[in-house]
């Protein structure tokens, strides 16, 4: 038995100290039920689109997958491409954000289109494919506690809405969500719902009117006018947007 016990914590003492199981961002955000609570909430409300059921990705600061979660009725119910796409998102926000700058990947539509200030982002952190396509994951155990993307780096750059950084009350990056499944501008209203719902919305800076990472519709003709904005995709999407909660106030230490 100690000899069991020795050479397990060799091997404990031997692996990186990035996939130690204790030494891991997520211990401090949200569990697979609050994640999915909060996404089946915001996807049950106004929030343009086509009304469809949503994947939901959190990865912490290191970009390590902490929890997925689907709101339909089986993992089916979503469309499978976009379980992915979720965890790129999230990825993406949390890659490309910072405690004074907040960028959504909707922020990032048109600085990464040809000719935009960040064309060719989507290139610069491939996809981790032996994480994204496991041989031992299974339908049944996508977007619940079993699945494989969890506890992994899936990596990935995604530049259409649906991903948002996550800040602690103190106005610190935490993490990232990403959410996906309907068009991008249902994605972002989604996950700026659910966001909200988790209370990981103390956002200090960011590109759009109100300082923070809000969608921004200022594309005409092919061209954002201050080069962060979003194409608009769906009739009413920006009144819906205009009944968005607002971010919270970061708290400051006394």
């Known amino acids: 038995m100690k000899k069991i016990i020795a050479m397990c914590m060799v091997m404990i003492a031997l692996l990186p100290s990035g996939v130690r199981a204790a030494d891991t961002g997520c211990d401090s955000l949200p569990k697979y039920d609050a994640l999915k609570t909060a996404l089946t909430e915001a996807r049950s409300q106004s929030n343009g689109g086509l009304n469809l059921d949503m994947w939901g990705t959190v990865v912490d600061r290191a970009g ?16 499978p491409g976009s379980r992915l796409i979720s965890a790129q998102k999230a990825n993406t926000a949390n890659s490309f954000s910072l405690d004074g700058l907040a960028l959504s990947t909707a922020n990032l539509f048109s600085a990464g289109q040809p000719g935009g200030s960040l064309f060719g982002l989507q290139d610069s952190n491939p996809i981790n494919v032996n994480v994204a396509y496991n041989e031992d994951g299974s339908l049944e155990n996508f977007g619940t506690k079993k699945d494989p993307l969890i506890g992994e780096f899936i990596g990935g750059v995604n530049v259409f809405g649906g991903g948002l950084a996550l800040y602690d009350d103190g106005g610190h990056v935490v993490g990232g969500i990403g959410v996906s499944g309907d068009t991008s501008c249902a994605d972002h209203n989604i996950a700026w719902r659910t966001r909200h719902a988790l209370a990981l919305d103390f956002v200090s800076a960011g590109v759009s009117a109100d300082k923070n990472d809000q969608i921004i519709f200022d594309v005409a003709d092919g061209a954002s006018a201050g080069g962060f904005g979003h194409a608009a995709c769906g009739t009413g999407v920006q009144d819906v947007v205009a009944t968005l909660p607002k971010t919270r106030a970061v708290v400051t230490s006394k």
């Open 64 to 79: 390590r997958v902490c929890a997925v979660v689907y709101t339909g009725e089986h993992a089916g119910s979503q469309w």
